[in-house]
């Protein structure tokens, strides 16, 4: 390995007293494939075989907490019958020597009726076209209990720890956001009160590890940090932020397309979004930094910034299923950037992912995007 990458291999020790072996994550990456109760298929595990070998730590894909939130094929935590599942999930990390962290997500008003398992998609408030009805008061506070009883599934499964999926317009985000949220209850309206929902949810996870007495279990948190049209700025975040560091929580994940990128509103729009959150978290928690690190270079220098304590890579790993391999060889430059259809068979994908190469759908902004698997042919 060249010298120069060896900063990206240092250990981080959280604020629990948990370390991990370096500063490189696998960004969570759903791979539309999974079985009718979220089980992992044959094409699913080939995909996950070797891929996050040398990696610090794996985030599993968006992981159901509800049947009524179920939005396209992924992992499934509500029942007993899915502890098989995730053993299987955490094995698989755990053979490669990565710790493995749930990512909990439900898609609120995005899920997809026909996945629900019978039970009506519901949203923190519905819309007028029927399609997603407005939760009850009760149902908001069984929901918060949905993702800690998923968490203790993760727990029991022998997962290191959750990733709250608060980001990319999903139920949580959806309860943070403005223009979704328009409840007249404590759960919405104010914008104290459209926190509420992700910081109960924080508290519940925290209680379920006390409970188990494990204060070890790590806890994270996803969030994008603006949508200008969809009821939020990069000043709304940064009050969310200082809300979160107040928790028990032991990273923060900020979900980007372009690690560079500038806010559009709310903040200096000549500093990068990494740097403007790196200075308000002000060193209280650490942060994953992300997007379009393609090259062994691109993620060196986006470490080299300072912005981020660690590093998630998502789509350099769908290319590469040996990528760390190819750095601590110094093959650095064997990295594969661009899709190219004759090492299809490399790469390992699953049907409906070939399918968005041939659709030409960029998964990550289309993010995540259900791809019917029924429109895959062979050729
Ligand atoms: C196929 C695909 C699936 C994704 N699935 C998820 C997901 O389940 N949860 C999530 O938070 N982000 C998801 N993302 C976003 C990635 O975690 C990551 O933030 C994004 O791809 C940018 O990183 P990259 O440029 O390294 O790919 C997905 C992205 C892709 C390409």
Do not use: C
């Not at 993760?154 to 223009?179: H, K, P, S, T, Y």
């Not at 930094?289 to 062994?296: D, F, M, N, R």
């Amino acid at each position: 390995m060249k010298e120069k990458y060896k900063v990206l291999f240092k250990p981080y020790v959280f604020n629990n007293g948990v370390e991990i072996k370096n500063r490189l994550v696998v960004a969570p990456l759903t791979i539309y494939d999974s079985g009718d109760n979220g089980e992992l298929t044959p094409t699913a595990r080939e995909f996950w075989r070797d891929r996050f070998r040398g990696f610090g730590m794996y985030i599993m894909p968006f992981t159901n907490v509800a049947p009524n939130g179920i939005g396209f094929e992924s992992p499934n935590a509500f029942s007993e019958s899915n502890l098989a599942t995730l053993k299987e999930y955490v094995k698989i990390a755990h053979q490669q020597g990565a710790k493995i962290i749930m990512q909990l997500a439900h898609s609120g008003y995005k899920a997809k009726k026909r996945m629900t398992k019978g039970y009506p998609v519901v949203a923190p408030t519905g819309d007028r076209r029927g399609r997603a009805r407005t939760m009850t008061g009760t149902e908001v506070k069984q929901m918060v209990a949905n993702f800690a009883n998923a968490a203790e599934l993760g727990l029991r499964a022998g997962m290191d720890g959750v990733e709250i999926q608060g980001a990319n317009g999903w139920l949580v985000e959806q309860f943070f956001a403005g223009n979704i949220n328009h409840r007249k209850d404590e759960w919405g309206g104010s914008f104290a009160n459209r926190l509420k929902f992700p910081l109960a949810i924080i508290d519940a996870i925290d209680e379920m590890r006390t409970k188990h007495n494990r204060p070890d279990f790590i806890i994270g948190y996803r969030f994008s940090p603006e949508r200008p049209r969809q009821g939020f700025t990069m000043k709304d975040t940064l009050a969310l932020v200082d809300e979160l560091v107040k928790k028990p929580l032991q990273y923060l994940h900020v979900s980007l397309l372009n690690f560079y990128s500038h806010p559009r509103r709310g903040a200096d729009r000549k500093l990068t979004r990494m740097q403007i959150y790196h200075e308000r978290i002000n060193g209280k928690l650490p942060l994953i930094g992300v997007g379009s690190l393609k090259t062994a270079d691109q993620i060196l220098d986006a470490y080299n910034t300072g912005w981020a304590d660690l590093i998630a890579v998502g789509r350099a790993v769908m290319l590469n299923p040996d990528l760390i391999d190819l750095i601590k060889s110094g093959n650095e430059d064997q990295i594969e950037t661009k899709f190219n259809w004759k090492h299809a068979a490399h790469y390992r994908y699953t049907p409906a992912m070939l399918q968005a190469e041939r659709d030409h759908i960029d998964m990550a902004i289309h993010n995540p995007r259900p791809v019917k698997k029924t429109k895959w042919k062979k050729g």
